[in-house]
């Protein structure tokens, strides 16, 4: 339990970063991490990288106070939907999006944003979901707006009354395209509060979303 | 005067487009419009002879199989097969290049080396990220897949542009081809692999840490965690190119179905099996860059052929002071190294040539399989030798990879340049060896 941290981790972090999501890609970094060096190792990681990548230094002391897995509250994310039959991704994590579609009726159809700030094989993405999923790119993703249609977006924890979204979410959410879905839904994959500066984030209040979904029930 | 200056065409296009790389496409085609050009006014043959002359059989069959490259391609296969190749490696820096070399030779004998390369090496650099690896284990990995790459398509008929080649133009039939250039390219290949990670070592110097390697595996697994093989898209694929082995091995040339015809047939059946997925394919994704580059190629060979000049190579061969045997080296020499510097397109489809004289008096499987493994070895001597070569560059390049010191790791001419030199000899002394083997028991 006492491997020295290799000195390119933030190289393999950055990798895997875009096609994974920041908490997803942190949950299996720390894991690994924490079961070759323990929570030593882990603290390192954290300090090491932390201020580069907020969520995974969050999820970084999330393990050291003694939580082992992401919470993943999909059937609240749902709940949120309530009567919509197509959903458009915002963002992704992919633990969290596994478990969404796992949990979503046959007859919601579910389309993902293709937009990240990192590399992404899409292609790989979807295929992940065996059809389930579609691809939707920005200067096309009103095509599906409509009063059955929801934006679901990522969001990394609360604090007060705000919380951090992915900056492709203010792009997306503008005053036109507000009125043109039926709900606009936030789900905290998160489950706590930043610690450092959120790099690759924004601030917005929680209250611009119809529905926020915490990370638990 | 006639043969000076058409030979003079071909020669400088050859040498500019490989200076050039960039304006490849421009300087043949107008090389080609040139040679048509001199050849109708110095009365060597019109332009409508010239092209009666060229191979359309061979584009065909390279257009097809392309085709049918794309179709298993986009069954996700490959990726699949990476994932798990990484997963077996246990993400060991030594058994990942070796299982990923090995992985490559075969796919590259089955589908053509841009889309096997395009489909792995993606995956592969991602890997390397994950791994934290020098630039000496890049190097030489990466330059061990390419080589790897180029055996593999010399392997099968149907793996590259050199022996699809022989196959269309009749010089070799298909199983005659298989059996005898698999077996010599699998040494190839044991050579390679005992050369590059039996002496070479490139793993030697990589940082090894039990936290990278289960990271590695482990984020692969994420990556592909539900990626499942499209059966519906790879079974009819693998029917018809299972269908056109038996047609081209067990089909009787009295009955005229040639390989071209096998090769039309049996693509156009798999695309049916999808017809929107195929509608897309023949209008986007035919590799148009090579298809033109070969028929202006073959334009300038023609009208140089005709012209008399690659008799005349023959013949100057064939009145060397040395035995026939020697004569064969010297030009299966030649060929690997006039491949090196122009490329193996150009390089084969001249050869060839000069091939089909030296096969009056040698063996036919001595000389057109000892051509095609010498083109292999000329594919491997620069980066720029094959098409291959610039591709890996660019996507080494955009993958911005780097050391754990944080240096940019670089993957460029002079980089592969020491993989390339012992490529070349230890591909071109399974050449030579083959040849001397295969005059001895007369195959």
Known sequence: ?217 | MSAALLSAILVTTIALQALLPARRLLIVTLGAGLACLASTLLGTARTSEILADVPWDVLVILVSLGLLSQLVAESRLFGVLAARACAASRGDPRWLAIVFTIGMYVMSSLVNNLTALLLVLPMLLKLFKLLGVSQRYLTWTLGALLVACNLGGAATPIGDFPAVLLLGSGSMTFSGYLVRAAPATAVGLALLLFLVFGLVRPERDVEKSPISSAISVRAVSALYRHVRVDRALLVPSGAALVAMLVAWTALPTSLGVTPEIVCWIGASAALLARPKLAEKLLRRRIDVEAVLVLFALFVMVVAVRRSGVFGEVTRAIEHLPISGTGQLVVFLLSAGVLTGLFSAGPGMAAMLEVADGLARTQPPGAVYVGLALSVCAGSSLFLTAATSGPLAQALTERADLRSPGGEPLRFGFLQFLPVGLMSFAAIQIVSIGYALLAVRLGW
């Open chain 1, 1 to 217: 339990m006492s491997a020295t941290l290799p000195r390119t981790l933030e190289q393999a972090y950055a990798a895997v970063v875009g096609e994974l999501g920041m908490a997803s890609a942190g949950w299996l970094f720390v894991s690994e991490v924490a079961a070759h060096a323990g929570d030593e190792g882990v603290e390192a990681f954290a300090d090491e990288l932390g201020a580069t990548y907020p969520v995974l230094d969050a999820v970084a002391r999330q393990w050291l106070d003694g939580r082992r897995a992401p919470q993943i509250n999909a059937k609240g994310a749902l709940d949120a939907l309530d009567g919509a039959t197509h959903v458009v991704i915002v963002g992704l994590e992919s633990l969290h999006l596994d478990g969404f579609v796992a949990a979503a009726p046959a007859e919601l159809g579910i389309s993902l944003l293709a937009h990240r700030p990192f590399p992404v094989d899409w292609e790989r993405v979807v295929a992940n979901h065996a059809g389930r999923v579609d691809l939707l790119y920005l200067d096309s993703f009103q095509s599906m707006s409509g009063p059955k249609s929801a934006l679901l977006g990522f969001a990394y924890g609360v604090h007060g009354d705000r919380t951090h979204v992915p900056p492709l979410w203010a792009r997306v959410v503008g005053a036109d395209v507000r009125a043109q879905f039926r709900s606009l839904v936030g789900w905290d994959a998160l489950g706590s509060e930043m610690n450092v500066y959120p790099r690759w984030l924004t601030e917005v209040g929680v209250d611009e979303f119809t529905h926020f979904v915490g990370a638990t029930r």
